[in-house]
């Protein structure tokens, strides 16, 4: 059973760009969310897509967009960055979207903006 | 509006004794509540979760006790290990996990 896999684990993009980010969800799994995770804060939801619609969005802004393909895998999509969107973002996929303590986590992306 | 907070950002215990880490909530509509741990360079994992029907889960040295009329929820670590050295984040569960700002447990040899 292969877990949740991220990619890149590391970027750094100057403010004004794009970014995708990528997630691979665990086998079997069907919903994937995504979290931003400021320095020495919690994560904060961002939003999640239970096949390929999404189903709930966190206090994020539109330029925060994001993708589910029909294997389940996801993309985060970032425009116009802005230096405050610098943080650890982390994919979780589930089998469905209340998911009683069945989110697992990938490793993140770190993204820093200059 | 912090939904979840964790008014502690560190901890510190040593080996053997017992560590407790504390987790206040606003919203009574929330009716699961998590633990997850986080190791630096990895994501968050889930540890032990209680339902609101209950006040205290138990799984080997980890104990989650609530407090529904207080809004409180606590994590207990019994005996304390090294490898316990990791962030704390308690977490409501609706659809969506709301986190706390996390406790960066240090347990000390």
């Known amino acids: 059973e292969t877990g949740v896999t991220q990619s890149p684990t590391h970027l750094i993009k100057t403010r004004g760009q794009q970014v995708t980010l990528r997630c691979s969800s665990q086998?079997?799994?069907?919903?994937v969310s995504w979290y931003q995770q400021a320095l020495g804060q919690g994560p904060q939801f961002i939003f999640q897509?239970?096949?390929?619609?999404?189903?709930g969005r966190g206090n994020f802004p539109p330029r925060f967009s994001g993708l589910q393909f029909p294997n389940y895998s996801s993309e985060l999509n970032v425009n116009a960055l802005e230096l405050d969107d610098s943080a650890l973002y982390l994919c979780?996929?589930?089998?469905?979207?209340?998911?009683?303590?069945?989110?697992?986590f990938g490793s993140g992306t770190r993204l820093t903006v200059v | 509006d912090q939904q979840v907070k964790q008014n502690s950002p560190s901890l510190s215990v040593q080996e053997g004794r017992i560590s407790i880490l504390n987790c206040d909530y606003t919203?009574?509509?929330?009716?699961?509540f998590l633990w997850y741990k986080k190791y630096p360079a990895e994501g968050p994992t889930f540890l032990i979760s209680?339902?609101?029907?209950?006040d205290k889960n138990e799984d080997g040295r980890f104990t989650v006790f609530l407090n529904k009329s207080a809004k409180h929820l606590s994590l207990h670590i019994v005996p304390s290990q090294p490898g316990d050295s990791a962030v704390y984040f308690c977490?409501?569960?609706?659809?969506?996990?709301?986190f706390g700002q996390g406790t960066e447990l240090s347990v000390k040899p």
């Open positions: 979780a996929s589930s089998l469905g979207s209340d998911s009683r303590g069945g989110y697992t």
């Open positions: 086998s079997g799994h069907n919903t």
């Open positions: 897509y239970y096949r390929e619609e999404e189903n």
């Open positions: 919203n009574s509509m929330f009716d699961y």
């Open positions: 209680i339902s609101s029907i209950k």
């Open positions: 977490a409501l569960q609706g659809g969506k996990l709301i």
